[in-house]
């Protein structure tokens, strides 16, 4: 009977011990496993469910939730994708797990991440060891990331076909100063990494869509002029559409901050087409007999060469404007018309008259003379008168259409905008206008401008500004750069034509004859369209 009884007392201590041993046991295991609680993290993450990755978190902040919020808010968080790498077991109740992330923001599309997912056993569960570079590693030693707009006042041209301003087309000091005129306030976006202590970081930066103006420029047409002028400095080429008086190229290489389009210089010989103009209009036909021996004397006053001095002796007046006698046009001027009538002339051209490109303009001055020198040297472009060179393309663009046109860059509603309203359009002389056509036909034909490689259906005329100190007006080498300055510089050289519904000016400054240098830019831009 006792023996029976310490059986059923041992049975008892041993179910006892049992009972605690797995008590023990039980009490020592661990809850789930880490790749349990990194799927669940990344889950609730995707879905933003932030306070179930609060309770995965072991010990996380206050402002866990609202830290998580206030990114996806303050950076126009729209969604966000996670992609978890292999784990990676660290031993001793650790692992980690290596993620990528892209985070689409509102204002600048995809923004990928790389960070970790660290992960150890807490209070006997897996638990997310959260820090704020689990979020993003940026955020890390302080980090914050800040969203904020950028205001710009912008604004960009493009040309009459709606593209971009060609690369290196020396239009530019044009096209900058203009800007401000169409710039609207627009605003970017800018993402910036701040650290304590350490200079703002851009990250990403949206820039301002800047407003859009069409303007007259073409871009076949200024790529040309513009590679025309390449290697050739002091220069400019100005493009006028005859039938609207529309800027096409505006290319300009001047130094010493001249302008094609505001500043004036001595035209030379390109100033005997309004010289033309005017003999035409006092009754000297094209095809009359004029002398142009090689020197001419004003009876009492001075002489005035041709250039070498050549004599061509009795020779149509056309022909004589083809080979640019300058003893054909001071002995037909001086004898024929009076200074006023040649400035009347000069005005009915555009002289005098305001230019409103939208970026200024002026076309110079055909001042009135009671001194024979220099109403002689004016006939010829050499003596007071100045033009510049939009100026002497707008003539050129005026003999072919038939009308003198105010040139534009822009619109003409932008233009009385920017400037006021532009002067009216002025018809010339049909008369006049067809002999000066001939003219100009017959300096590409067999004058001046003959077998110097410019294209079938050119006509023009060409010009040598020389101007030494016998007769020159005061201060003219300071405020016009005339052409054969007090310091020995060379002549300026021109040349203005048009072909169809193109006219335009060449014109280099101190670059010698117009033959020899203008012409030959004039046949590469021409040549290039």
């Not at 290319?251 to 035209?267: C, G, K, M, T």
């Not at 009754?283 to 007999?289: C, N």
């Not at 000069?346 to 009135?368: D, K, Q, S, Y």
Request: some cysteine; overall charge negative; proline content about 6%.
């Amino acid at each position: 009977m006792r023996r029976r009884r310490l059986i059923v007392l041992a049975i008892a201590v041993v179910a006892v011990v049992g009972a605690s041993a797995f008590a023990v046991l039980a009490s020592n295991r661990v809850k789930g496993s880490a790749s349990q609680t990194a799927a669940a993290y990344f889950e609730a993450w995707r879905k933003g469910n932030i306070t179930t990755m609060e309770r995965l978190a072991y010990q996380p902040p206050a402002d866990f939730v609202a830290r998580h919020r206030a990114l996806s808010e303050e950076l126009h968080v729209r969604s966000i994708q996670l992609t978890p790498g292999p784990m990676k077991s660290l031993g001793d109740g650790a692992a980690e797990v290596p993620f990528a992330g892209v985070r689409q923001l509102a204002e600048f599309g995809a923004w990928p991440f790389d960070s970790t997912l660290r992960l150890a056993v807490r209070d006997r569960a897996w638990k997310v060891l959260w820090a704020p570079e689990t979020l993003h590693p940026l955020l890390k030693d302080g980090g914050r990331l800040e969203l904020g707009e950028v205001d710009i006042t912008a604004a960009e041209f493009v040309t009459t076909e709606g593209a971009k301003i060609p690369n290196d087309s020396y239009a530019e000091a044009y096209l900058d100063p203009l800007k401000p005129e169409f710039a609207e306030a627009n605003h970017g976006w800018e993402l910036v990494l701040k650290v304590p202590g350490q200079p703002d970081r851009p990250l990403l930066t949206k820039q301002p869509e800047a407003n859009v103006e069409r303007i007259t420029l073409s871009r076949p047409v200024q790529a040309a002029a513009a590679r025309a002028l390449d290697g050739v400095e002091d220069s400019t080429i100005v493009v006028i559409r005859p039938s609207t008086g529309e800027i096409l190229g505006l290319a300009d290489r001047l130094e010493e901050n001249y302008s094609a389009v505001r500043d004036v210089f001595p035209p030379g010989s390109v100033f005997k087409t309004i010289t033309a103009a005017a003999l035409l209009k006092s009754g000297l036909e094209p095809s009359a007999e004029v002398g142009c021996p090689g020197t001419y004397t004003i009876p009492g006053f001075r002489p005035f060469d041709n250039d070498g001095e050549v004599d061509r002796g009795l020779i149509t007046f056309t022909d004589a404007f083809a080979h640019s006698c300058n003893t054909t046009f001071v002995e037909q001027t001086t004898t024929r018309l009076s200074s006023k009538d040649l400035a009347e002339t000069a005005a009915e051209w555009g002289f005098g008259r305001p230019i409103m490109t939208g970026i200024g303009g002026n076309c110079g001055t055909v001042p009135e003379t009671d001194d024979m020198n220099m109403f002689g040297a004016d006939a010829i472009g050499q003596g007071e008168v100045v033009t510049s060179p939009l100026c002497m393309a707008a003539i050129a663009a005026a003999v072919q259409s038939g009308t003198w046109r105010s040139p534009r860059l822009l619109s003409e509603k932008q233009v009385r905008r920017v400037e006021g309203e532009p002067p009216k359009d002025v018809p010339m002389d049909e008369g006049i206008v067809a002999a000066l056509r001939d003219m100009m036909t017959a300096v590409v034909d067999h004058g001046t401008a003959a077998e110097a490689g410019l294209p079938e259906g050119v006509a023009g005329k060409t010009g040598t500004a020389e101007v030494s100190d016998e007769g020159l007006p005061e201060g003219v080498a300071a405020t016009t750069g005339t052409a054969e300055v007090r310091d020995g510089g060379q002549p300026h050289a021109w040349f203005i034509g048009y072909r169809d519904d193109l006219a335009f000016c060449v014109f280099v400054r101190h670059g010698g004859s117009g033959r020899g240098t203008a012409v030959p830019i004039a046949a590469r831009f021409l040549n290039g369209l």
